[in-house]
């Protein structure tokens, strides 16, 4: 007769989660209660059946007790870590969480204990089982217990834990690192020790590492014997890495571009990151113990994906500053040559040309930001990027905006024609001394298939609409000037404009240097062709010729007949020259006999040649005598004039000085308020001028800048390019008004076409159906035609 109370008491003894105890270490059990409960279950044929209550119970305890139990040590924090006067983990790691002054990490640890015994317990219950049982056969039957936890576990698994977990690996990350940190530091050691310790971030003198090294230590080999490592910490470790990488590459690659990093980067993934994920995943005793051949498949595949996240991220950072990067070079080119080695593993062109295209638009195309800045902006992204990238594709999706912003800016051309002609290192005029062909258009095609060996084609990723067809091919093979003069198109303008600056400089320099304005010529004529600078070369001709007329008249004694002031004239030849301002000035007839006189001698030297004078343009070397004061200087014609008016009368209203010198009144203000600025003439009423006799006579209506005032000195006495441009096209307003006197109505093509026919027979000037759209909508505007329908028409 079996006793079932006995029977049941030695069960609940060999298996006490049958009584609700769950407890570790399990208490040893004798032999004999074996035994017995072997021999009664056996000869009832329960032993099945107490199998299947025990996996139950199991089951149970797991889902109910173990993991709710774990989950209830955060839900009790969670009120703390919400308030600001908690602390949390990744701030500060105390050896005061030893004794519960840290709440959350004492009770991760202690719910990490809990549930590891808890899970050493049931594993022990299933090794009774088996003994029980004795047969080998059972354990193929029953459910890991692991499988049994993980189950419970992620069915309840509360979604602020990942932050838990990520604040508990952030400690394990900075003890692991100590020891490297502490070496790679440049920080004064006595400086050192009044820091907080880098690992626990406690006082030097109150250092826990090595208790909470201990404690993070032991807890991760319990979740590795759980297997719960990387169900619970994999997305909150994954997360963590991808935060430390981004805090380690801008520690220590931010704003610094004259060394390479990309190596100094990869062997800190693998002497750090990926020993610290070893040591996590396979819970050695010490980093001495973390081998190659032991790191799990899984940590390694992980270690490509973080080698691309890397790179990636070094890519984005570099991106970032690339504005930087372009003012730097060449001293940035480490850092350009580390960012092309991303870019040939990790696709970022989309990211580079629309993060560089906004910073460009943000930092310089703005009108705070003069022209000459631009273009060196421009210089020097055209550089770095083709160091970046050969193929010109990004370099011409980039600079495009800025070639459409420059294009609209008035002084573009003179500032670029500036900078490659004047004294001193600039980045055109170091590529103008170069002395390479400016090719253009098709020619800059064609260069491609001559140099067919070296030939590389578009880069994918890039949307093919954005380019112009061939433009990559052209951007490839042109230089720095002739992206430049891409920005408008034309050689021929960026010509008209150099003369114009040439005839400035040789009007106003009065020591005019021949052989530099010859070398620029000539490095020019080697860019842009001889055609285009003929022009150019008959006016430095003239320039010595007029130095040698001048000599002949000068020391001619019967043309020397005592003469007021001696008179260098520029004599040029018009036709080669631009066109000058449309200003006047009306001499005094004094000086206009002397100048008579100049014409007669030049006509007895050259015979059937005679002289048109331009008295606005100029320089006049005066001295002046009032009173006390003796001044000597030069000056332009006009204030010449004004003030050899004021030695007839000391008073003089605007209107009679404008009235006698020819010169509009607004113009005559601003040059008479150069006087006023060195104290010789006086405004005593609006528009009334008077002579100061003494230096220290003022008035109320003074209230002049010099700056103003001196403005005449900056302007030029040639006709703007774009001035020319129209004076060209008004040859042809003849023809226009024959065409719609004689057809009534015409559209732009129409008239553009016939227009074209009579200047490739006349050989007259090229030009757009732009250019003649504003021609024509300016005599819109003036009333001489109208516009209705798409076709012009003449007024009536």
Known sequence: MCDYRALWSDVVLIFPILDGKIEYPVKNVDEKAYENVYRHLSYVGNIDRLTAIIELETESIARNILAPKFWKHFCLTSGE?????????????????????????????????????????????????????????????????????????????????????????????????????????????????????????????????????????????????????????????????????????????????????LKQLESWINDTVMTWLTSIFTAPKSKKDILPEKIPDSVQAFKVKLTYFMYETFAQNVISQFFSIIIDYPDSTLAIDDLRICMEKIDMRVYLTESLRSSLEARILHPGVNTMDILTGYVAAIKAIRHLDSTGVILEIVTAPIKDYLRKRNDTVRRVVTALTEEGPTDLSEELAKGEFVKEGKEAGLDEFSNWENWEPDPFGIDPNILHINSSKIIRSADIISMVVDIYGSKELFMVEYRNLMADRLLSQLDFNSEKEIRNLELLKIRFGESLLHSCEVMLKDVTDSKRINTHIHGDGNCNESPLFDISALIISAQFWPSFNKESLQLPEEMENEFKKFTSAYESYKGNRTLNWRTVTGRVQIIIEIGERVMEMTVPPTQAVIIYHFQKKNVWTLEELSTLTKVPQSALRRRISFWQNHGLISETEPGVYSLLEKESEKTQFEDMNITDADEEDLESAMASASDQREEELQVFWSYIVGMLTNLDSMPIDRIHQMLKLFASHSGGVEFTQDELKHFLQRKVREHKLLFSGGVYQLAK
Request: glycine letters at 4%.
């Open 81 to 261: 870590s919400s308030s600001p006067q908690h602390k949390s983990l990744s701030d500060s790691y105390a050896i005061g969480a030893l004794k519960d002054t840290n709440a959350l990490f004492s009770h991760f640890v202690e719910a990490i204990e809990e549930l590891y015994n808890g899970f050493q317990c049931l594993q022990e219950m299933k090794s009774r089982l088996m003994q029980l049982s004795k047969n080998p056969l059972l354990s193929a039957k029953l459910k890991s217990i692991q499988t049994t936890l993980h189950i419970a576990m992620l069915a309840q698994l509360p979604p602020t834990f990942n932050s838990i977990v990520s604040d508990f690996y952030c400690l394990h990350f900075r003890l692991f690192t100590k020891d490297s940190y502490q070496a790679s530091t440049t920080i004064d050691s006595e400086v050192f020790t009044d820091l907080p310790c880098v690992g626990c971030n406690c006082d030097v003198e109150q250092c826990c590492c090595v208790k909470l090294s201990e404690m993070v230590k032991s807890s991760n080999f319990k979740l590795f014997e759980l297997g719960l490592i990387d169900r619970l910490a994999g997305s909150a470790l994954t997360a963590l890495i991808k935060l430390k990488i981004k805090e380690h590459i801008t520690d220590t690659c931010l704003g610094i571009f004259d060394r390479s990093h």
